[in-house]
């Protein structure tokens, strides 16, 4: 401090009384580049005092001219709050302190350092000292502040992957029983948004898993059943005319005529099974063409005319002519065929069947019948495969139980809107539309 009082009192020598401004800035620099405050104070004698100045106000902040007085109430004033020091000199030149911390010398030596030159006086303040017990201060703070976020952290993370790791590691478990084929059970649907989302669609999976597993278990006791029943009847037929009818031929011939029956309807069975699995699968590509959905209709109805020459059947049609369509016109016929088969299969006792085709907006094909109907419940599952609605007691006699699954996969597959108005005891009306 002493070495750097010296060089300040040479400046001023060299300088102020000359050039003021200048000796103002090289205070300045000092002042930053030491990191201390300089005041400087001139007294032209006799408490006569003439002005203050401040590096780190960095202007002469008053002018106390004759006024001791004042000068000392300022400084008292702004040394309340700052360690700041002002010094003049007494009648006999001696130094006096001004401000806060007047009386204690040991104070201004340790943290200042004064310098007289003429009747100029200097004070050093080191800035750094203050500054760095704040620091030291700032530090511990900023050590506790830091101690306790690492802590609520450490806590708020345990809780959160508590909180997602435990339903997760739950879900995990069930979804270890979902692949032993177990779906007794409901996944988890606690914890946060996104474990109760994946709950929610695990829950959604199990269920389709579920009815997919009942479904595959039902269709393969359907078609072993189905299979079965045929199989049975033939191997017991055939025994028959190898044992007992061989010789007779009018049974022979009835017994016979059931083995090719039977046989029929083992292999429609199995086509209607080939159909589906390849319509399910996409296997069988749609080859779409511009056709008279008029004619196809009139020729699919030719040839249930055997029904009607045969078995009383009666077929009233309503057919609007040159109805054309784009699609796949073999899907379309297999389709129509299959609900004339049905209207055939289910209708009263009347064996009426209603075939309307219609074109408004689109083309509208309605195929009615005059039977028992289908009740509310059975409605909505008379497509899925196998469904046989569980009031009716009559054997199908040419279906197989996939009927409704092929027409439902053909007009899914070309888009067109379907569906079924009944009403128990007054017959079905089963519907497709082509929209244009
Ligand atoms: P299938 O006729 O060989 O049993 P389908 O898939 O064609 O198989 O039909 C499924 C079920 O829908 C039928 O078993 C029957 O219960 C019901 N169903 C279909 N068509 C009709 C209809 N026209 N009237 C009443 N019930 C019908």
Partial sequence: MSVLGDKIKNQYINLASSDNEKFYSYLSKISESEAITIYVYYDEGDNNFVNLYSTSLGIEIADFTNSLDRFSEYTSRITENNPVIFISSNENNDLMYYGGY????????????????????????????????????TNIMMGIALFISFILATVMSLFISYRISRPLQKISQQAKILASGNYDF????????????????????????????????????????????????????????????????????????????????LTNLVNDILTLSKLESGITKMDITYFSLSD???????????????????????????????????????????????????T????????????????????????????????????????????????????????????????????????VKSNDEHGSNFWFKINM
């Fill in 296 to 346: 196809l209709m009139l020729q699919i109805i030719n040839r249930f005319e055997i029904l009607t020459q045969r078995d009383s059947y009666e077929f009233i049609t309503s057919i609007d002519k040159d109805v054309t369509i784009n699609a796949d016109r073999k899907k379309v016929e297999v389709a129509i065929y299959n609900l004339i088969a049905n209207a055939c299969n289910y």
């Fill in 348 to 419: 009263g006792e009347d064996k009426k069947v209603y075939i309307n085709l219609s074109y408004d907006d689109g083309a509208l094909v309605e195929i009615k019948d005059t039977g028992i109907g289908i009740s509310i419940e059975d409605i909505d599952n008379i497509w899925n495969r196998y469904y046989r609605s569980s009031d009716l007691h009559k054997r199908a006699q040419i279906g197989t139980g996939l009927g409704l699954s092929i027409v439902k996969e053909i007009f899914e597959a070309h888009g067109f809107s379907y569906g």
């Fill in 186 to 265: 409901i996944f988890d649907e606690t914890g946060y948004l996104e474990t109760v989302e994946l709950g929610k669609s695990l829950n959604e999976m199990r269920n389709e898993l579920a009815k997919t597993s009942k479904l595959q278990r039902q269709l393969i006791s359907n078609i072993s059943h189905d299979l079965r029943t045929p199989l049975t009847l033939i191997r017991s037929y055939a025994e028959m005319v190898r044992d007992l009818s061989y010789a007779n031929d009018e049974k022979r011939t009835t017994h016979l005529n059931i083995i090719i029956d039977e046989t029929d309807r």
């Fill in 102 to 137: 007047l009386d204690t010398r040991d104070f201004v030596i340790s943290n200042g350092y004064v310098i007289k030159e003429c009747n100029v006086y200097f004070f050093l303040e080191d800035v750094i000292q203050p500054f760095a017990t704040d620091f030291t201060l």
